[in-house]
């Protein structure tokens, strides 16, 4: 591949980002976020001969912003801005502890949100599953105008968006609960999880759950809930050992895939103690005030 093969655009607005995606080209322009998951297209076998729309120009897409008591953060706040910013509400603690696990230094400061959320061939993201378990939405805008759905709706059409449409932001709603995150490594920090649990629940005073999610990622080809079990401990107590032998019950609800990393069997091996371990942290005494 030659310098004249790629295509590059540093617009400053979403107007002209997306006057961009939508023109007519000898071939069609994508966004480019953080640029963490591109830079390993070539390792992959993808094609590399293309046409780039950097989002990096736009300020409005790097703002963190308090709205209705919830957040809506732009589309290209870094994994580290995040963790940065979030404060310590215990509903925030497992996207906090997301943002500041993933990767490595280097990775999490160029990594962005919206990057995790729109790389459909990333299987093991740490954000999306800790975004899932909080009930985030996401903001697309197209020339056309612009649409708000759901995390879990978004990942089931994400292969087949148009091309000229841009995720700009993502938002949390108000905090309620208190949340935590568990991932399972091979061998050392810096690679990507083999298993990733995010948790957030919501108690009654007399300690029995009232809500509750529990989302997955790495273990299946795309994050998702585990609604089962969510349904098998809701007005249960929080019981870290309960909760593992309950997740080790319902394994055969899961579909675990095959890697290079690691063997689906391996991968369902770690679930139940990454669910126990979540639900330790949830049960701490320190839960409500440790920013993890």
Known sequence: MTQSDVVFHRPDTIAAALSILSSAAPRPAIPLAGGTWIMRAALRGEDTDKTFVS??????????????????????????????????????????????????????????????????????????????????????????????????????????????????????????????????????????????????????????????????SAVEPAPRRWETLENALLDRPLDPEAARDAAQARIQDLHPRDGVDASGWYRARLLPQLVQRAFADLTRPTAKGDPQ
């Open 55 to 216: 989002l990096a120009n736009i300020a409005s897409l790097h703002s963190i912003e308090k709205t209705g008591g919830g957040l809506t953060i732009g589309a290209m706040v870094s994994h580290a801005a995040l963790a940065q910013a979030l404060g310590a509400d215990p509903a925030h603690a497992g996207l906090r502890m997301a943002c500041a696990a993933s990767a490595n230094p280097a990775i999490r400061h160029r990594a962005t949100i919206g990057g995790n959320l729109c790389s459909d061939g990333f299987m093991a993201p740490d954000l999306v599953p800790a975004l899932m378990a909080l009930g985030a939405m996401v903001t697309l805008q197209a020339p056309s105008g612009e649409r708000r759905l759901p995390i879990a709706d978004f990942l089931r059409g994400r292969g087949a968006r148009p091309a000229a449409e841009i995720l700009t932001h993502v938002h949390l709603p108000p905090p309620r609960g208190t949340a935590a995150h568990a991932r399972a490594l091979l061998r050392q920090a810096g690679e990507y999880p083999v298993a990733v649990v995010s948790v957030l629940a919501g108690c009654r005073d007399d300690g029995t759950c009232q809500s509750l999610r529990i989302a997955l």
